[in-house]
């Protein structure tokens, strides 16, 4: 069985400070995906990033970044110098390929608020 | 590219009735649908897939009578919530997945709220 967990419920920081959200994942398979979305309060996922298994370069985009740790299982999320905007849900979820095809495991969401 | 629409956006309705929630596929062609289910403040919690042609595939506990879905199209499914009780209160997100895909990425709707009066 897959599973995903984000074990912080709620992260509040204040403008411009650098805020990591974790992510523990379990999976059977060799091969499988693990994305992050951004869910503000008008609901529609947004989404950020998709890693593959076989890829564990870390990745850069602005003031995301990207760590994917395949000896620890983990594929932490981590915003830079952030900003009111930032402010929303973010799950992390899995994509593998055992016993139900391509089915997407989330995570239970972290709450980021960023104040001013 | 890949978007994907939702409707109604938002619906209220008496309890007892039957609400019909679209998902479709503007640009691109989805063999495979999901359906998912969120509570506020909680995770998306998959319902079923759907497969176009064929029938659903549900998740365990979710009640195959209640929640009727159809994949008539390769670019339309729809959820039926039958009988809504105020219990069904949600959000209800789709997502398709294009045929050409490798990454396993689906593309989500913009999400549905229902509220049962």
Known sequence: AQKVTQA????????KEDVTLD????????TYYLFWY?????GELVFLIR?????????????????????TSSFNFTITASQVVDSAVYFCALSGFTGGGNKLTFGTGTQLKVEL | GAVVSQHPSRVICKSGTSVKIECRSLDFQATTMF???QFPKKSLMLMATSNEGSKATYEQGVEKDKFLINHASLTLSTLTVTSAHPEDSSFYICSAQ???TSYNEQFFGPGTRLTVL
């Open chain 1, 8 to 15: 912080q419920t709620e992260i509040s920081v204040v403008e």
């Open chain 1, 23 to 30: 992510c523990v994942y379990e999976t059977r398979d060799t």
């Open chain 1, 38 to 42: 951004k869910q503000p309060p008008s």
């Open chain 1, 51 to 71: 890693r593959n298994s076989f890829d564990e370069q870390n990745e850069i985009s602005g003031r995301y970044s990207w760590n994917f740790q395949k000896s």
């Open chain 2, 35 to 37: 359906w998912y289910r």
């Open chain 2, 98 to 100: 294009a045929e050409d």
